[in-house]
């Protein structure tokens, strides 16, 4: 009888634990939470600093990939980004925006440092050798190549067009195509700020 009771009451602790189950957050991007990629962003920012993912631990972090002379998807991605941190007012001062360039010849530090904070002061464009960029493009499975040009300094780059945010304790957690509205994207980041 004693043995019974036991399982009774072991399957009824089991019960409870289903019950325990902490609400699914929806996202209005694409859930990769658990992703195994996106952890090898080790570059220099448009100041000359060395910066890794963990330099941003504690915010939610957004990593985009594009280039300076990019035509439409990089300044349409970055007016979006711009309108996100406004939407999230005070919250703001928890995100970090990452632009990391895909044309590494062309997009100096001092290209960059024009660029990226024109959008907002707070974006950060980082930069490295074209085998850091590669390493860490293959690393967030980018795809990219160069597009000849009517002469070889006016090459673009073809390249993947989404957004990568990161949750504040440096997980990638959402997958955000392009085009996505920056009302969608600030609710996302929002409930990312408060998880």
Known sequence: MRRRAVLVFAAAL???GGCERRDAVTFNNTDITGAEFGKALALTDHTGAKRTLADYRGKVVVVF???TQC???CPTTMTAMTQVMKLLGDDAKRVQVLFVTLDPKRDTPQVLSAYV???DARFVGLTGSEEDIARVAKDFKVFYQKSPGTTPETYSIDHSSAMYIFDP???VRLYARHGQTPE????DIAKLLKS
């Open 14 to 16: 089991a019960m409870l």
């Open 117 to 119: 904070p024109a959008f």
């Open 71 to 73: 035509p439409d998807v």
């Open 65 to 67: 990939f594009g280039f």
């Open 169 to 171: 304790k440096g997980q």
């Open 184 to 187: 969608l994207l600030a609710a």
